[in-house]
């Protein structure tokens, strides 16, 4: 689950980790009250949206104008700043080209940069340990830096038996160069950071930029915090951060079904069991030429009211023009799964063309059921066979 900027923040602060002051707003006349309690002189107005990339983000209704995290110069400018983007749209490179609207901002004190750094934490699944990256490479997207500059990207691995220590923050902070009193701020720093992630059970915990300032310290001027889905059970209070209104609306039907959907923006809607099957059914649909308009995996329990389920939100995203069955049959029996998509396309009154792929337990008994129902399906070999049909079905359409 994804938190907002603001949010993060504020989580971060309890564990002692250094932000600055700011203020959240929902109409210009509270960011106007916002920025009036700041020291001044420069205030910044920061979109509030779960996409990274805002400041070089623009807003759909004036692509030439200003980004999504503008500095300003008085309360007054605040305010204007505040109209300006509230209700808009902004497109960064982490929103897709749709974009998404600003209904939030955050009113935050302006800072003096002398340094720009990143610092994130993250769990490193080949080590099973916590793992901190630092860069001196701040406020640019670290993915490019990974690409091109692989060796400016430091880590340490920390032992989750001893936990973080003085060593893992100096390590690093020696590693950028930093200096006096800055290497202290950036140990206590890092260490905030890992209780941090750890108690709140984090997935990533993400600062970039983290800064230093004119003054030599050290701090938090953006905070990506997400949390490990599978633990928010122990988390109550963290499920009051939620918000809504940044998911995909289909994502959040699937969530009610579990159902592992993922939203994507191609042409065919994929159902498959099981994730792995799922990714490579759509690799299999990039490389016959066509694009994928979702994940999902309906489960190994998947009965004829989870895929009615399933087929109903896959249709309901209007850019599906072909739907592609790939299911193999292990716990979820052939004939089952066949019987689902019989009663699912007739209750649905399916327009789109269908292809389906059964495999495993009972598949000749699925093929039976589906060559007898008087639909018009596609029936499908194999992954290739399946992917081609389904990719004809849709330049043919
Ligand atoms: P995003 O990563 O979504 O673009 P950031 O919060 O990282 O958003 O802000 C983008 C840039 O704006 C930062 O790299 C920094 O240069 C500047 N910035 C952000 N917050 C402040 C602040 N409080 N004071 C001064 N500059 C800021
Ligand atoms: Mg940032």
């Known amino acids: 689950m994804n938190i907002h900027e603001f949010q993060g923040k504020e989580l971060l602060k309890r564990y002692g980790v250094a932000v600055l002051d700011g203020y959240v707003a929902s109409t210009p006349e509270e960011a106007e009250e916002g920025a009036k309690k700041l ?44 109209a300006a983007m509230l209700g808009h749209v902004l497109v960064t490179k982490q929103t897709g080209p749709e974009g998404k609207q600003v209904n939030r901002l955050y009113i935050e004190a302006g800072c003096d940069i002398a ?10 699944r080949e080590t099973s340990r916590v793992v901190i990256m630092a860069s001196t490479e701040g406020g640019m997207e670290i993915e490019e830096v990974a690409e091109h ?14 936990g973080v220590s003085g060593y893992h923050g100096r390590k690093l902070a020696f590693g950028l160069g930093l200096e006096g009193k800055q290497v202290n701020s950036f140990v206590k720093f890092v260490t905030a950071l890992y209780q941090a992630y750890v108690e709140l059970e984090c997935a990533i915990v993400e ?23 599978n633990a928010l059970f122990r988390h109550k209070d963290l499920e009051a951060l939620r918000d809504d209104t940044e998911m995909d609306p289909k994502e959040l039907d699937a969530a ?16 498959v069991n099981g994730a792995g099957l799922a990714m490579s059914t759509m690799d299999i649909i990039k490389l016959y030429g066509s694009s994928p308009a979702n994940f999902l995996d309906v489960g190994g ?45 007739k209750n649905l009154d399916l327009q789109v063309p269908l292809v389906v792929r059964l495999e495993g337990t009972n598949v000749e008994l699925g093929k039976k059921i589906l060559a007898e129902s008087g639909l018009k399906i596609i029936p499908a070999d194999n992954l290739a066979d399946a992917a081609q049909k389904v990719v004809a079905a849709v330049k043919g359409a």
């Open 256 to 271: 009610k079904f579990e159902l592992n959907y993922v939203a994507l923006d191609g042409e065919i809607g994929c159902m």
């Open 39 to 82: 020291p001044g002189p420069i205030y910044v107005v920061k979109s509030q949206i779960h996409a990274g990339g805002r400041g070089a983000g623009r807003f759909k209704d004036d692509p030439n104008g200003k980004g999504g995290v503008r500095l300003a110069k008085s309360v007054e400018e605040v305010k204007t700043n505040a």
């Open 207 to 229: 600062i970039n930029p983290l800064v230093v300032t004119k003054q030599g310290d050290v701090v938090a001027l953006d905070a990506k915090v997400s949390f490990d889905d």
């Open 301 to 345: 329990t998947a009965d004829a009211a989870r895929v009615t389920e399933a087929f109903r939100i896959i249709t309901s995203d209007p850019n599906v023009k072909a739907i592609l069955v790939n299911i193999f049959g292990g716990i979820a029996k052939c004939d089952m799964i066949a019987n689902g998509i019989v009663v699912a396309s």
């Open 115 to 124: 340094r720009e750094l990143y610092v994130a934490l993250l769990l490193d």
């Open 149 to 162: 500059n692989p060796e400016k990207i430091l880590k340490v691995h920390v032992d989750p038996a001893t």
